[in-house]
């Protein structure tokens, strides 16, 4: 059974390790009449997302329970990023959603493995609250599940979906990787003021012309600025976050969420979508001024351990 991994607290698990080339190969000159020198590995990458705001109507989920949606303010994404070392395929799936159950993970790893036996599957949500109940307890009542059946296998069947038509475009790519201790002035842990993770971490692959397919970004903070009475569907900060990497970097952007434990927070202010937007833009900024100094990132056979 493929291992499973609910909440990614580091880039790290990806396990494209950061290493140091011991060995460069022979140089032209060095060559003997009839040699050649093979080619250096590589990864094949591709990455892909699709829309998966539900229709208004929904339970939410993160405060309350009977808060039904009446619309939305920016879309919810399911994204993927496939990476290959001609062994193993490594799929990670980042949505926009308080966090799928260990059953809904179960049914599309096992989908996965159907058509890709050797898949290892890394899934990681966002946590926004301004999400579906894809839980079931955040309903009418206690005893009432806020679960949408037809949603939660609409969003099984695209997941599966979305890594076939990934896999289909998966080209040869290089990585680089940056990272720093950074920290937000309007992040704050509200339980434990000194218990707070502030590094910012970035992993971008780029085609064989350089061209991002794919950045990641590791952080760790709630997706909380929208409040309890927002009834407006939403990915809250990471709306602004997704904006702006788009406009500023091609290829798909996935936020993987950090180590929020329970109470690591944004200052929430007016509890506005502009301010939410406004949070998400200034970490996207930050991530994007990481990459101008990002090191190179040496292919290593891709390795996977779960516990």
Known sequence: MMQRVLWVSALWLLCVRISVATDAGPADADLLPGETVEAAPQYQVAAGSVNVTPA??????????????????????????????????????????????????????????????????????THTHAGPDVVGIWGAHWWDSGRDEAYLQLLVDQAVGLVDQTVQRLTPATSRIASADLPLDWVKNLSEPELLDPRLSVLQFVDEREVPLATLVNYACHPTVLGPDNTLVSADYLSGFYQTMSAAVPGEHLFLQGAIGGWVQPLQGDRSHELAVSFGAQLADRALALLIDAAPNPYQPLYFAAS
């Open 56 to 125: 208004p109507g929904a339970f939410l989920a993160g405060y309350q329970r009977n808060r039904l949606s009446t619309g939305h303010l920016d879309n919810l994404w399911l994204k993927a990023l496939v990476v290959s070392d001609g062994d193993m395929l490594l799929v990670l799936l980042t949505l926009d959603n308080i966090g799928l159950t260990r059953p809904d993970i179960l049914q599309i790893e096992t989908a996965l493995l159907q058509k890709h036996p050797n898949a290892k599957l890394v899934f990681s949500s």
